[in-house]
């Protein structure tokens, strides 16, 4: 039997030993922090602020010349062509607008609409789930059977019969969102003090004779904040695809606004001859979604211990 050399069992060098344990260290850094979904994040809300500077042309300014253009990389001699002086970077629609620049400013109005609906419902949902954990009784009762009563409404049924009445338009959607984004709250906080509220630090603030006012918002609400921070995360997804469904069924943001659920809806009859149209808002709503779902996700596995994933 051959006799192995000392070389042969010489053991890997640094540098090799580096190069094969670096999957696992990027899986790691990747696993522990939600990079590639905050670079998303982080792309929206750039392209929101900045909106008017980053998209070369007008959003609304429809040319018919480039009805349904194709993106410059795809046919660049259909602009030498038919318009030398535009190219659309990713195409225009079907009266001639740039898609790329009205998916650019379609991120400022989801943001817009988001940021002001989840802020009203975090301070409507967070009070009634405080005061109803806290007080109990015909209290929690009366708000937790309004829970359950607006859980049982079909809201997109509600947001058609809204626009029959008042019209569409800006205000009304952002209205319709407030109202859905309230609900998700009030469970999960009433929960957390359900159980906080039998903590001896309570007790204690009782048996000194503090206000309700001081107890819940100073003792029972810094408990509640990792819960509803993660629940916001999550939520904000669930807003950007609601708007997009109302504007898709005609009941969202009116046209020519660039919202990217209009964007979807006024693109379903040409998906056959210009799918550029309707691919990339799809794509947009995608990447967003999927990527505050992945963050709510992180969140959810770092601020609870009970699920907690991440060393």
Not at 28 to 46: C, E, K, Q, T, V
């Amino acid at each position: 039997m051959a006799t192995r050399t000392r070389a042969q069992f010489r053991r890997p060098t640094v540098s090799a030993a580096l190069i094969f344990s670096l999957p696992k260290l990027g899986f790691y850094f990747f696993r522990r922090w939600p990079i590639i979904s905050l670079i998303i994040l982080g792309a929206l809300l750039f392209f929101g602020i900045f909106a008017g500077a980053v998209s070369p042309y007008d959003p609304i300014k429809q040319d018919l010349r480039l009805r349904n253009a194709p993106p410059r990389f795809q046919d660049q001699a259909f602009y030498d062509e038919k318009s030398p002086d535009k190219r659309y970077l990713l195409g225009g629609d079907h009266v001639g607008r740039d898609v790329f620049s009205r998916i650019v400013h379609g991120a400022r109005i989801s943001l817009v609409l988001t940021s002001v609906a989840l802020a009203t419902g975090i301070v409507v949902g967070v009070a009634l789930g405080l005061v109803s954990g806290y007080f109990g009784g015909l209290v929690d009762e009366i708000i937790m059977r309004l829970v359950d009563v607006w859980f049982a409404l079909p809201f997109l049924l509600l947001a058609m019969v809204s626009v029959i009445v008042f019209g569409a338009s800006f205000n009304l959607v952002l209205g319709l969102l407030a109202l859905l984004a309230w609900s998700g709250f009030v469970r999960n906080v009433r929960a957390e003090v359900l159980s906080l509220k039998e903590r001896d630090y309570v007790a204690i603030a009782k048996v000194a004779g503090a206000p309700y006012s001081r107890i819940i918002m100073r003792h029972l609400l810094p408990g509640v904040f990792n819960t509803v921070l993660v629940i916001a995360s999550l939520r904000v997804g669930n807003l950007i695809l609601a708007e997009a469904s109302l504007s898709f069924v005609g009941a969202g943001i009116p046209s020519p606004t660039p919202a990217w659920g209009v964007m979807i809806s006024e693109a379903r009859e040409y998906v056959q001859t210009a799918w550029w149209t309707i691919v990339y808002p799809g794509i947009a709503i995608l990447l967003v979604v999927m990527s505050l779902n992945f963050l709510g996700d992180w969140m959810r596995d770092r601020f609870d211990p009970r699920l907690r994933q991440i060393d």
